[in-house]
């Protein structure tokens, strides 16, 4: 295992028990001036996720493994995302209905991974800025998934800066 899986693997470590300190001390009813925005921004982040994974999952190239490595985060706070999602069900708040994302299609040419790294990118900094004003914490896996989106986003980043000085 090198060192950046490790640091990875502790940071997903600590994230998750963090979420699980922070779940263990949340009410398990809505609180009064309950907004069913926050429900719904999880949902939509969600599918957006879902479509830029599956978008970055069809790239031709990998630039030096941090396509892979930013794919792989991507799933994880996904997860989070579906972890915050169940736990709002389970503590009674209202969620919507989401319907799977799929895509079909082969890998990419180099034009068309360079946008949709971009665009990746893109996505996942507003997520971030909306998960972070969101008014819920959701037994604190919304937390968790930021976390892993900073971490997306670094990674999206080095995959941006690995291509151009390697002349993608």
């Known amino acids: 295992m090198n060192l950046r899986s490790l640091i990875g693997s502790l940071g997903i470590a600590v994230a998750i028990a ?9 009410t398990t009813t809505p609180p009064s001036g309950y907004r069913q ?9 969600s599918e957006r996720l879902a479509r830029q994974i599956a978008n970055l999952q069809r790239d031709a190239h990998d630039y030096g493994g941090h396509r892979d490595a930013a794919i792989g985060i991507l799933q994880n706070a996904q997860n989070e995302l579906t972890a915050a999602a169940q736990f709002a069900a389970a503590h009674g708040y209202q969620m919507p209905s989401t319907s799977p994302i799929t895509r079909g299609g082969g890998r990419r040419q180099q034009s068309q991974s360079d946008h949709s790294v971009q665009k990746a990118q893109e996505v996942v900094s507003r997520v971030i800025t909306r998960l972070q004003k969101d008014s ?4 604190g896996h919304r937390v968790a998934a930021i976390n892993l989106l900073n971490q997306a ?13 390697h002349g993608y």
């Open 136 to 139: 819920r914490d959701f037994g």
């Open 37 to 45: 925005s926050s429900e719904v921004n999880v949902t939509l982040i």
């Open 18 to 26: 963090s979420g699980a300190v922070a779940a263990s001390a949340q």
């Open 153 to 165: 986003q670094g990674e999206l980043t080095a995959g941006a800066q690995y291509a151009a000085s």
